[in-house]
């Protein structure tokens, strides 16, 4: 259903929770914060599921949505998740009971949901929560703000190559509300940590090299993140950093994870497909930002990502 519908239908229910995916980033919690806000607005009950892997670079836009241990949905939204693999703990718990609208953005999204409002085209999945919530009637500044940490994280401040003519009309919209957009682009663009460009520094010096320069690949293990010291904030959409570097047009952050995984995070150019490449190792994502996970040790994840990404270049 397109955003209208889901507009009128959102606005028949009371008692909404909202799910945020795992490893929240800007789009989801700003979505969920924006949603919430909205909804309250038109006075319904409503609140937003705590993820307990939101750092503290995003928490403060849930302060006061956050749903209580006596918070008894009615109806349950998720918003900027695409796959059943996404949801956290707590959310898995309401995916097994059913939810009722799905409202997301990437083309891998797998349908979970009773009801499902997508759209591939948004370069952020708080273009689409904008323009819903405008269908109840003028947007706040409360709703506006977090939605712009949305549209704005997700394209970079606007840079990545998700982003559309659509989605400066949107934060034109949002700017135009009365927001501090200025204190947005300082905290999450403008600003770094000293752990943070430890991390970039540690790249520079560890990334490996293919195709000429074109191809470039990386990996922060658990023991760089703790001899640094640094946390999931300082490593925050770390995986868009290696592709900055001249002539790069693919490249891949490994992470290490507990347990003998790797999170794998792949960028391109958009013309060799992240999706493609990351579907091959189970994952999913966009054209040109995609994502998987695989039971690896580093220097495995290194070559079978670079078998996948070998795979998609000979049919390309
Ligand atoms: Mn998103």
């Not at 999945?125 to 405008?134: F, P, S, T």
Request: charged residues 20%; contains cysteine.
């Amino acid at each position: 259903m397109d955003y209208i519908e889901a507009a009128a239908l959102l606005r028949g229910q009371d008692h909404i929770l909202i799910l945020t995916h795992k490893k929240p980033d800007g789009d989801t919690i700003g979505c969920a914060a924006g949603l919430c806000q909205a909804l309250r607005e038109q006075g319904r009950d409503a609140a937003v599921l705590p993820n307990e892997d939101a750092t503290s670079l995003f928490t403060p836009y849930l302060e006061g949505y956050l749903a209580g241990e006596a918070f008894r949905p009615d109806y349950v939204v998720s918003v900027d998740i695409a796959g059943r693999n996404l949801f956290t703990p707590a959310g898995e718990v309401w995916l097994r009971r059913g939810i009722d609208l799905a409202i997301d953005h990437h083309p891998s999204h797998e349908g979970f949901g009773a009801r499902s409002c997508v759209d591939p085209a948004r370069a952020a999945c708080g273009e689409l929560v904008y323009d819903l919530i405008r269908q109840w009637g003028p947007v706040s500044r409360e709703a506006a703000l977090p939605l712009y940490v949305a549209v704005s994280t997700d394209t970079g401040c606007f840079v990545y190559n998700n982003t559309t003519p659509e989605t400066h009309r949107v934060a034109a919209d949002l700017m135009s509300l009365g927001i501090d957009f200025q204190g947005v682009n300082k905290r999450h663009f403008r600003t770094k940590s000293r752990k943070r460009l430890q991390l970039e520094a540690l790249i520079i010096d560890t990334m490996v090299l293919h195709d000429g320069g074109e191809t470039a690949i990386c990996a922060i293990s658990l023991a760089d993140m703790a001899r640094l010291g640094a946390t999931e904030r300082d490593a925050e959409d770390i995986a868009a950093f290696l592709g900055q570097l001249e002539g790069v047009r693919t490249s891949v952050t490994i992470r290490e994870l507990e347990g003998g995984a790797c999170k794998l995070s792949v960028r391109t150019d958009g013309i060799l497909s992240a999706t493609q490449i990351c579907a091959l190792l189970g994952g999913g994502g966009h054209a040109a930002a995609a994502g998987c996970t695989i039971r690896a040790t580093i220097p495995e994840a290194k070559a079978a990502i670079l078998d996948a990404i070998r795979q998609v270049q000979s049919h390309a």
